[in-house]
């Protein structure tokens, strides 16, 4: 699934990188506000929908190689933030829908959480 | 012979903002070296899970890493309060973190676990009031 479909389905606004939105594909996605959760599952190409917007949530999808981070519940994260995941080449959304809903809009548009390592 | 190259680090306990820093900068080198993206992640998990330990449990830390031709070592040591019984904190869900920690998303009690599913090897040495020393290996 094209960002660019994410951030219609969820209704969201992108934080940056918008350029690439249509040219960036995520294939599976996890939600979670534990960061070592996340850390536990590698996924390809996948998509981290979170209510964290501290600046590890930026570090954990870098070294995940995660292309794509969706806030939820309307947060925005620090400029800094913002900067930091522009610099590594990561897409922020932010979406009013909370975490369960946004993750269950997604699934049922097909967006499934496989892809485990 | 065989030649190898050497990457150090110091993590600056107490400054969450900045941790994971010394991860990245070893997760950038591999890359630039040609390292299997693949094993690059395994690699920069295990050690972001590591460097984060150093700054939410100890007060910081060093990072000694060392790239061989066939394998990739990693040495975290801390002069931290040293972990009281090992085979417990290895154990998924265990955590001593606060509730301030679990709030920044940190202290899920996987850490440990994490850098071993990671790892080929984990070593973990530690005594109480001294300080830990943890030691991964990954083969490339
Ligand atoms: N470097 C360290 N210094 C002191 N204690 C540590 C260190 N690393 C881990 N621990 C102890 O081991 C426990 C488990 O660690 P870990 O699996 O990473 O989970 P978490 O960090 O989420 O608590 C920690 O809660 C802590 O008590
Ligand atoms: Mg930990």
Known sequence: MKVSEVVKILNADVLCLTDTVSSTQVISACGADMMSDVLAFVKDQGLLLTGLINPQVVRTAEMMDIPCIAFCRGKIPERAVIQLAEEKGIILLSTKLRLYQACGVLYKAGLDADGEM | MSESL???????????????????????????????????????????????????????????????????????????????????????????????????????????????????????????????????????
């Open chain 2, 6 to 140: 050497k990457l150090s680090y110091t993590v600056d306990g107490g400054d969450f903002v900045s941790a994971g820093k010394a991860s990245e900068g070893v997760k950038r080198t591999l890359k630039s070296i040609g390292i299997d993206p693949a094993v690059i992640r395994r690699i920069a998990i295990a050690m972001y899970e590591g460097e984060i330990n150093m700054v939410i449990h100890a007060s910081g830390g060093t990072a000694e890493i060392e790239i061989l031709e066939d394998k990739i070592t990693i040495v975290l040591q801390d002069k931290g309060p040293g972990i009281e019984d090992i085979e417990k904190a290895m154990q998924e869900g265990f955590t001593t973190a606060t509730a301030a920690i679990r709030e920044l998303g940190f202290g899920a009690g996987m850490g440990l676990p994490n850098m071993k599913r990671y790892s080929d090897e984990l070593k973990v040495e530690s005594t109480v009031g001294v300080g830990t020393t943890v030691y991964l290996s990954f083969n490339v």
